[in-house]
């Protein structure tokens, strides 16, 4: 029992005095003692009964705190009785100790607080093996009456006084008793759980988030995505969840650690069910890949995206847009052979799927309009958009015909919503940050519910994902993902598929554990420059810029500067000169000397690109 468990019971009349921050302290036993120094009683964790005694004197009050706080006591209650009051010099030592402070009013007997915490604490075990029996009943029991989750999380609340969330690898919250849990706090927990696990320490592990101590166990997934999956243990922890219990279960005893084990065994339980259940959308996804990667005609593409349109978007009349989604994961060393290649594919499956879910929406089940499949090492995810005629009122319109030449209208609710690390909408955010990925009619307010029907925006998608992912890849894995535009045929899909794979190549190029890249940022020539061999840059570099970073040394000449100004100016003298507060003839003698230095000259096309490139490969 806790602490905060004695001031709930009217009957024992306690009041506190002070420690109110600590009345989480776990309460195993119950002792009442006059000696000045009991320490060779008490083993931990007891609540101490005095009459005081003991006390002599103001002086007596620190040493006698101070040794029930080294004996690690849970509280101390001291009866009034004796001198009718519990006295100030007390109280203040037990502050300076954080040690809980409680008075007991004289009419209430030793006797009765001890028969409660006794009853409490031998009832116990009793109570923990017939909750573990009440589980396994109800979780076995088939349709709605097992309840799921939620009815495990509610008895350790209701029967243990544990508070306890089921949380996905990225931190969102998959099931909860009472209030959910802030997004940042499972994040955070997600990370610290990731990164632990890594190491090889068994769970469970301590973390702390927001000020408060959490135990994390993980819940290992029986089958998988697939029976038989994950030979390598990097992969399967990206795809497990985890059970967040509000507590420090460093000092627990072996039969509530087992209790707590036999928990994580029975949601994991529930997890394969919810897998298995995801096998209809998974195929659809596979046969429409398979299709499109074997050239197949339109019009058969057509008809499967026909079918998978109301499994994925129940109550539509017309098929909707489509984007397409890459993603792969890769480990240092990778292995080569067919079966590491699929196992990868598998693990960027499952945490794609976990990607795209809107963290908004909590649940198993709110990956229910997600379609993935997996290709050799990568996973692709065909996410439905709602067409013009089914977007929701104040959704934009008018998406295109093929990638790169526009944008979807709508987004369905759970499709990729994410949250920051401040809880809010980052897919609202995406709306600002994508200009050319949603654009709202003027006056419909992009409101954060309806940037929910919005195009998906790569970096949006790992906003909320990335630190506690990082965490599990550590310092040997890699997640990388693409995002195409967005198309209304089957004559679109092939190219949005390619699109995306190339968006995931420009984001395998650039630095970092989690990185992504959008169908917007192809048309760029600078993101090029990372495919170009490192000896190449660095030839090409020093070439062009070494000469004038010699003579900015020797003469404080300031050439780079100047000549990333003129650029930047488009060759404008008059712009360059007064964003530098030059006098023209002097910008003209500084681009001379360039010019004189490299052997090029700032009026052709050509040598101006030159100089761009080299200064951005620098």
Known sequence: MRLRALLDNEALGLRLLGGEDELDRTVRGVMTTDLRDPSRYLSGGELVLTGLAWRRDASDSEPFARIMAGAGVAGLAAGEAELGAVPDDLVEACLRHRLPLFAVHETVAFATITEY????VSGERAGDLAAVVDRHRRLMT??????????????LTSDLDLRAWVLS??????????????TPVGAALAGQHLAATRTGRPGPHRAQADGTTYSLFPIHSGRGPVPGAFRDVRESVLCDWLLAVEADAGDWPPARLDLLQGVTQLIAVERDRRDAARTVRRRLAQEILD????????????????????????????????QVVVARVEWDPQGADAAAEAEAGRAAQALLEEILVDPAVTGPDSADRIAVAHSGGEAVALVPLPGVGTAPAGAASGVPDGPGKGTASARPQGSASRQDAAGTSVAAASAGQDADASRAPEGT?????GARNTALHADVLLAAVRAPLSAGLADDGRLTLGVSAAVHSAEGLRGALEEARHARRVAAARPGRVCAAGHHELASHVLLLPFVPDDVRRAFTARLLDPLREYDRRHRAELIETLEAFLDCDGSWTRCAARLHLHVN???YR????????GRDLSRLEDKLDFFLALRMS
Do not use: K
């Open 169 to 182: 690898p990225t931190g969102r919250q998959i099931a909860g008793a009472g209030a959910p849990l802030p």
């Open 445 to 449: 307010g992009a409101t954060a519910a």
């Open 117 to 120: 915490v006794v009853r409490q």
């Open 586 to 588: 002097t910008l003209r």
């Open 591 to 598: 681009v001379g000397r360039i010019e004189q230095l490299t």
């Open 291 to 322: 299709l499109v990667q074997a050239g197949a005609a339109p019009a058969e593409i057509s008809a499967r995206l026909r079918v998978a349109a109301p499994v994925l978007l129940p109550g539509l009349d017309t098929a909707p847009h489509w």
């Open 142 to 155: 088939s349709g709605p009456a097992g309840g799921g989750p939620e009815v495990v999380l509610d008895l």
